[in-house]
């Protein structure tokens, strides 16, 4: 009963469009009061032990540093350097927008955050050289799912957290992921341009202007090295990394490339903090949730039927894929990670797999969550950057949604793809 009531209250509420992050908080509340076998303090004390970790303490700092950075003009920059690869060719301001969103994931770590900072820039381009608005839409909505698949990565600091893996690894072995996503929205992109007709610029390729590009790009290009240098270096830990995140961003942005003052840090802070919240906000109550579901034995519950059902290990990645797309359409991602992390993996692990393995194709399928409606974040915000509609750009995205499964899939039995280079 007390899970009946649990999931009811929480399904109500979603149905109702209330936040996430305060619909957990309210169905764990209720239960508690309803069945009386727990008191208020055990959500009130989960709230706080939930955020109270060194760890999490990356998530705060690399959105601000993703701020700083996505108002410090480093996005044109990125846009510059992309467009100076790929302008040439078929499809070329549609290859150089996805190109842009796989750079702009390696500093912002943030899906929403990719779509707007590249989507202002790159749709209102590919627009004005013949593209439909519906694929310049889809292109950047789609391609900022990357943000979450190469570090860093907010929800794979979450996934370490719940599931007690190494950060550092996780961070690595999604960069392959990441390049593979990336390659397979490239291709679709380029197959409907050749279909429509889109050609590139009349410039003819130049090296020259693509060193020089690069060489004004190379500030933030570097972001990600460091990063990842400093954590496999033995420099600094993944929180520590995000602090360093934000101190060079600051450094970029204020005294090199000049695009933003010291009054502006203020309001480039304000939206950092309300960012965080909302993502603390989330880990407390959805861990809330989690750990009333442990103690009802839910994932024990879970993990016997699905060992029952099948002993496969295909066909077990396969449900928990279905799962997790289902979820991934009505879920914030980091959400999802918290609640599913200790009834998932423990069985993964049991079936053979590698815990980093499964890290992977949790966030490679849940980012998929953020171009599939009614909830996709991507989708509201690439429809607020373009003027189009929800259901237009639902439509515009479904080839997208496929290329990205084709990855998915490469990266679910080919667990090289993902464990090669830790």
Not at 53 to 65: D, E, R
Not at 78 to 88: D, E, M, Q, Y
């Amino acid at each position: 009963m007390s899970v009946f009531i649990l999931f009811s209250t929480f399904a109500f509420l979603v149905v109702y469009t209330v936040p996430i992050a305060i619909a957990l908080g309210i169905a764990t509340l209720v239960t508690i009061l309803s069945t009386g076998n727990l008191s208020v303090d055990f959500l009130v004390s989960t709230l706080i032990t939930s955020v109270d970790s060194f760890p999490i303490m990356a998530v705060p700092f690399f959105i601000l540093a993703g701020d700083i950075m996505a108002s410090g003009g480093i996005s044109q920059r990125l846009v510059n350097f992309a467009n100076s690869l790929v302008k040439n060719i078929t499809g070329g301001f549609a290859i150089a927008s996805i190109i842009t969103c796989m750079f702009f994931a390696a500093i912002s770590g943030s899906g929403p955050a990719t779509v707007a900072a590249v989507g202002g820039i790159m749709i209102p381009a590919m627009i004005k050289y013949g593209y439909d608005k519906g694929f310049a839409t889809a292109v950047v909505t789609a391609a900022g799912a990357i943000g979450v698949m190469i570090p860093p990565s907010i929800p794979m600091v979450m996934y370490g957290v719940s599931a007690s893996t190494s950060i550092g690894d996780l961070f690595i072995a999604g960069v392959i992921p990441g390049l593979l996503v990336t390659f397979c929205l490239i291709v679709w992109a380029y197959i409907y341009s050749k279909k429509k007709g889109y050609k590139g610029s009349d410039e003819p390729f130049s090296l020259k202007e693509v060193l020089t590009q690069l060489n004004h790009a190379q500030l933030a290009l570097l972001i990600p090295v460091i990063i990842l240098g400093g954590i496999y270096g033995g420099f600094f830990t993944p929180t520590e990394a995000s602090v360093v995140a934000v101190v060079y961003s600051l450094v970029v942005s204020l005294f090199v490339y000049k695009e933003i003052s010291f009054k502006q840090l203020p309001q480039i802070m304000t939206k950092s903090v309300l960012t965080s919240v909302i993502v603390l906000l989330i880990v407390g109550t959805a861990t809330a949730f989690g750990k009333y579901l442990a103690l009802e034995q839910i994932p024990t519950q879970i993990a016997n039927a699905m060992l029952a059902f099948s002993d496969s290990k295909a066909v077990f990645i396969l449900l928990m894929v279905a799962l997790l797309l289902v979820v991934g359409c009505f879920m914030e991602t980091v959400a999802a990670i918290i609640i599913l992390t200790p009834i998932l993996v423990p069985v993964a692990v049991l079936f053979g797999f590698n815990p980093v393995h499964v890290g992977i194709i949790m966030v490679v399928t849940l980012a998929i969550g953020f171009i599939t409606p009614p909830l996709g974040l991507n989708l509201f915000v690439g429809s607020s950057v373009s003027g189009i509609s929800v259901e237009k750009l639902s439509k515009a995205i479904i080839p997208f949604f496929v290329a990205m499964l084709i990855a998915l899939m490469f990266v679910i039995f080919i667990p090289q793809l993902s464990l090669a280079l830790i």
